[in-house]
């Protein structure tokens, strides 16, 4: 009996690419197809998906007929609460087998697997979704091994089915591993990682395919199911490129984009006074996000680059107006760092190449790195030298280690390289923007603001 899968993974919001993969699918889908997705296809930088609490993604996913998806991290990146309200009010099932609730309970509306019958044919489907490591505590969710749970999913469900396939979306390094370890295994369909297979490949008789990301591709595979196994027919990528774009996707993504502007567009509060923004200076909005990571982080000091916000706030203030500035879904962030690598990325700070260099890293959707901003902490130049860095009005040691509250960009060291030699991170679910929401209507944080940290010479600022 013939079975024709087409699959995507990673599609993070590119929805006009995805409008061209929808018309692809449509065009290829017979009564033999079922359409899977491997995660990541709601990545929350839309401004669709943020006014809706996730369900644009469900209805265009309904409106091309998937059948089911894996949960990634970018579905969890909204929140827990987005997350579930998601998956309870999908038609589509939303699978993960090692994904619970920080207690370890079951996740509402969260299928370990499914069992979807296509003209006879009975298809097993799990999926497993990435360990988020130090994000995991943040954002109320327990992860468990991937492998353990895969088995323990094949061992439960032995002899339901004709055909097994796995959502992968732990990225392609281990498919070949669990080829070889699993043989219950037909197809694993990967994710995480972005790679493309121009072909799919076939390991110790399981099918392997990765169509890249960014619904620039979709992946198709046919076989044929005999008493005596699985047999690959066609296992390919093809390009989303020479495809027009989808109507329904299209008029989807319209009706739920003015409706998020209306939801996002509502006032929160205004400003007492204005927070303006510049890349290289040191300014009032920058100032803001240090001082209120340090105040919701209590470390010894914050610290936040410009580049982070793309521009200044200066009169009302909305979730809209919020995503405009801080586009980049990254995490206020605590971590342990030496006061050596402290100096350096300060002293880098002063290099105009340094903060207008491309920002590109995980998570950042502004331009430039920026210069660094300080809260708890001051900084005395003269000229274009650093001659003294003050923590909480003590000179910095090199060798002492110090608790700062920053983002999970800088925490990397992306930007500045140095700070990626901290310890103990922690990351709290609330985003870059969040901090803006919060310290921006407290009247003693916009004042705060106002005082610079780096001084010249002798003129030491309180």
């Not at 970018?74 to 609460?81: P, Q, R, S, T």
């Not at 038609?91 to 087998?97: H, L, T, V």
């Not at 990528?237 to 989808?246: E, K, R, V």
């Not at 939801?263 to 290289?280: A, C, E, I, K």
Request: charged fraction near 25%; charge should be negative; glycine fraction near 10%.
């Amino acid at each position: 009996m013939k079975l024709k899968i087409l699959h995507t993974n990673d599609v993070h919001s590119h929805f006009e690419a995805f409008a061209r993969a929808a018309t692809l699918i449509k065009e290829y889908k017979d009564e033999n197809t079922i359409v899977l997705d491997g995660g990541d296809f709601a990545d929350f930088k839309s401004i669709e998906l943020q006014g809706t609490k996730g369900m644009a993604a469900i209805e265009l996913l309904r409106s091309v007929g998937y059948d089911a998806l894996t949960i990634g991290n970018n579905e969890m990146f909204n929140g827990f609460d987005t997350l579930e309200h998601m998956a309870g009010s999908s038609p589509i099932p939303f699978i993960s087998n090692n994904l619970y609730r920080k207690d370890k309970a079951p996740i509402s509306g969260v299928k370990s697997s499914v069992i979807l019958e296509k003209n006879g044919l009975r298809i097993f489907i799990t999926g497993a979704s990435p360990d988020l490591q130090g994000f995991n505590e943040g954002l109320g969710v327990y992860i468990t091994d991937y492998k353990k749970a895969i088995k323990e999913e094949l061992v439960r469900h032995r002899g339901t089915y004709d055909v097994c396939i796995l959502l992968n979306h732990v990225g392609t390094e281990i498919d070949e591993e669990l080829a070889n370890e699993l043989d219950e295994v037909d197809m694993i369909l990967s994710a995480h990682d972005h790679q493309l297979y121009a072909r799919a490949k076939s390991v110790n008789g399981t099918v392997l395919n990765s169509a890249g990301c960014y619904g620039e591709y979709v992946g198709l595979i046919e076989v044929d199911v005999t008493n005596e196994g699985v047999e690959l027919i066609r296992g390919e990528t093809i390009s989303t490129q020479p495809y027009p774009p989808d109507h329904e996707v299209i008029d989807i993504m319209k009706r739920n984009k003015e409706k998020a502007i209306e939801v996002l567009s509502r006032p929160l509060y205004t400003l007492d006074r204005p927070l303006w923004h510049d890349v290289m200076e040191e300014n009032p909005m920058t100032n803001l996000i240090a001082d209120g990571l340090q105040d919701m982080l209590k470390c010894d000091f914050g610290l936040i680059n410009s580049g982070i916000v793309n521009a200044g706030a200066f009169q009302n203030i909305s979730h809209k107006k919020l995503i405009e500035i801080c586009p980049s879904p990254l995490n206020p962030t605590s971590f342990e760092i030496q006061g050596k690598h402290i100096r350096k990325a300060i002293e880098d700070s002063m290099d105009a190449q340094v903060c207008l260099a491309d920002g590109r890293g995980p998570g950042f959707r502004g331009k430039f790195v920026g210069r660094l901003h300080v809260s708890g902490a001051e900084i005395i130049q003269e000229g274009r030298r650093i001659s003294e860095i003050l923590i909480g009005g003590t000179p910095l040691e090199d060798e002492k280690w110090y608790s700062v509250a920053s983002s999970d960009y800088l925490q990397r060291g992306s930007g500045y390289e140095s700070l990626g030699h901290g310890r103990n991170e922690k990351y709290l679910p609330e985003e870059i923007r969040d901090v803006i929401r919060i310290y921006a209507e407290r009247a003693g944080f916009i004042e705060k603001a106002q005082m610079n940290r780096w001084s010249e010479g002798s003129n030491v600022m309180a």
